[in-house]
């Protein structure tokens, strides 16, 4: 009953401090990390206008690392173990993992492999991986990943997890050849990923061909293909019925000059369908100007056009819209010195989506989506506007001793600003929701 500035819910939390340490004893490589939060104060109000403060008690996170590594007889072999734990009243997160790795001396077989167990609340799951790549030949490599995650398994506190309950058999092929007529290098891969939910559901299917084409100079094109089988969505409805995704097919093609030039670019288009079928097309193109080894430009512009843009509005009910979006990056680095590096980094991101048609999935029955009426009068139109930009100095003191200046400024829109895309950039560097300076010393004593 307490109403909040929705920006000042995104805000970044403050630090209170946080100590790292790193070593190695012979074959053993260690690591620890222990941060501190500070408490949390947002400002709000009552329905009646009165002002009021909520606070929250701030995480404690804590990071352990060992390896064990062995490169004795060639090839690698290791063993590890990694720890995370998150404290706070509301949340108490532990999640320990065993990884290990094999690379033969021959380069043939590299295999890697993980466990992990987390206990969140009291509520445990476990999953793990393998992967396994055998390069039978210069230039070409199989390789087979495997997953099992069940439904319980979160390492999302201190950590990022696509999804838990998952199984997995993805297969890929890739062939590199030097030895083409007219060309530097001719790449191809193929790729095949099979996914499904522990209830035995296809979640993801997917079958992908890619091929690039580089030329003496150094100039690049490549195309893709891919087709998506029928699949079951058990996601987006947040436990309120899960819906049939019908088939889909989709392509890429990009061009890009040389890098090494003074002037080089590159366009990419690609032509793909949302989940209801409709077409989803996206555009980019960008162009880096270097005209000497201590300055640089990147510039980068995305335009993407999407006809059914699927929103879960909650119960099961969905929306699609017709929406736009525009992407720009801009990276400038300058080098004073050998020593000293200037970078100025923005990017933009802001999308207008307008309600299209309106969607009910079946709670009893795995299903398409069915279309149904207006349910209301109040537009779902929504706009997002978010712009982060920082600036950064950097001045190398001697090796592995370094002086960091950092400026950051970041805004995020409310979702019914509606203005024209000039004005929604204009607003985002105004108003900023954060503004910060950070310095960082690093000094390694010693020899």
């Given amino acids: 009953d307490v109403n909040v500035v929705a920006t000042d819910l995104s805000r970044p939390t403050e630090l209170l401090g946080a100590v790292k340490l790193a070593g190695q004893n012979g074959n053993w490589r260690y690591g620890a990390l222990v941060a501190s939060e500070d408490d949390t104060q947002i400002r709000g109000t009552l329905d009646d206008g009165t002002r009021v403060h909520l606070q929250a008690e701030g995480r404690d996170f804590t990071i352990a690392r060992v390896l064990y590594e062995d490169t004795g007889a060639g090839g690698r072999r290791a063993l590890g173990w990694m720890g995370t734990d998150i404290s706070h009243p509301g949340v108490n997160a532990t999640v320990n993992s065993i990884d290990a790795h094999y690379f033969s001396a021959d380069n043939r077989w590299v295999v890697d492999g993980q466990v992990m167990h987390s206990d969140v609340q009291g509520i445990a799951g476990t999953g793990g991986f393998a992967d396994v790549s055998f390069r039978p030949q210069r230039g070409v490599q199989h390789t087979l990943r495997s997953t099992y995650i069940d439904d319980t398994l979160d390492i999302n506190d201190l950590g990022f997890l696509t999804r838990n309950d998952q199984m997995n058999m993805d297969y890929n092929y890739s062939r590199t050849e030097s030895d083409v007529p007219g060309l530097r290098e001719r790449s191809t891969s193929m790729f095949f990923t099979n996914q499904w939910n522990t209830a035995g559901q296809p979640v993801r299917m997917g079958l992908f061909f890619n091929r690039s084409y580089t030329s003496l100079e150094n100039n690049k094109f490549d195309y893709s293909f891919r087709y998506f089988p029928e699949r079951i969505d058990d996601r987006l409805g947040r436990g309120t019925g899960d819906f049939r995704v019908q088939g889909r097919w989709g392509a890429n093609f990009g061009y890009s000059t040389n890098r090494a030039e003074s002037i080089s670019y590159n366009v990419n288009l690609n032509l793909d369908q949302d989940e209801l079928g409709p077409a989803r097309t996206r555009g980019s193109a960008g162009i880096v100007w270097r005209p000497n080894d201590r300055f640089s430009t990147d510039l980068r512009l995305d335009y993407t056009d999407r006809e059914a843009l699927l929103v879960h509005k909650g119960d099961g009910n969905y929306t699609s819209f017709e929406s736009h979006q ?95 895309f000039q004005e929604l950039l204009e607003q985002s560097w105004n108003e900023r929701i954060v503004d910060t300076i950070a310095i960082k010393l690093r000094y390694r004593l010693g020899s």
Wanted: charged share 25%; no cysteine.
């Fill in 326 to 420: 525009w992407s720009p990056r801009l990276e400038t680095n300058y080098f004073i010195s050998a020593k000293q590096q200037l970078r100025f980094t923005m990017q933009w991101t802001a999308l207008k989506a307008f309600e299209d048609r309106f969607w009910q999935v079946n709670p009893n029955s795995r299903e398409f989506l069915r279309s149904v009426a207006n349910p209301d009068s109040t537009p779902d139109d929504f706009a997002i506007s978010r712009l982060t930009f920082q600036a950064r100095y950097r001045w190398e003191i001697a090796p592995l001793s370094d002086l960091f200046v950092v400026y950051t400024r970041g805004s995020n829109l409310p979702r019914d600003n509606f203005q024209s």
